[in-house]
């Protein structure tokens, strides 16, 4: 299963899905880098360099991290969905169909 990193802005409910359903999620909260405003390139750097693919809602920033550079542990951008489940779903759905994510970048869109 990934191994992830996801940024504030994601849902901790799909966090937990995500885990039930098998994957390794570490939070940015969990990390200890929660609320100080760390810059997108940064918040790549550190999942990276732990062997972890970024996990975020913040979709168009993250893009642009990725065209900047493909030299990360993959990028995962997903549209804001309040039904976690269903979210995590379509994550593990990706996920199954991307097993190497390092370089790439998986957008996640609501069906």
């Not at 990934?2 to 570490?26: K, T, W």
């Not at 997108?40 to 990276?48: G, I, K």
């Not at 199954?96 to 609501?110: E, F, I, N, S």
Request: net charge positive.
């Amino acid at each position: 299963m990934a191994r992830l990193y996801a940024n504030e802005n994601f849902p901790q409910p799909a966090v937990q899905a995500l885990r039930d359903l098998g994957h390794d999620v570490l939070t940015s909260l969990e990390a200890g880098n929660a609320n100080q405003g760390i810059p997108d390139d940064e918040v790549v750097r550190f999942a990276t360099a732990r062997g972890r693919a970024v996990l975020t809602q913040n979709r168009r920033h993250f893009h642009r991290e990725h065209r900047k550079s493909s030299d990360h542990g993959g990028i995962i951008t997903c549209t804001v969905d309040a039904n976690y489940r269903a979210l995590a779903d379509r994550i593990h759905a990706r996920l199954q169909a991307t097993p190497d994510l390092k370089g790439q970048l998986v957008k996640v869109t609501k069906a």
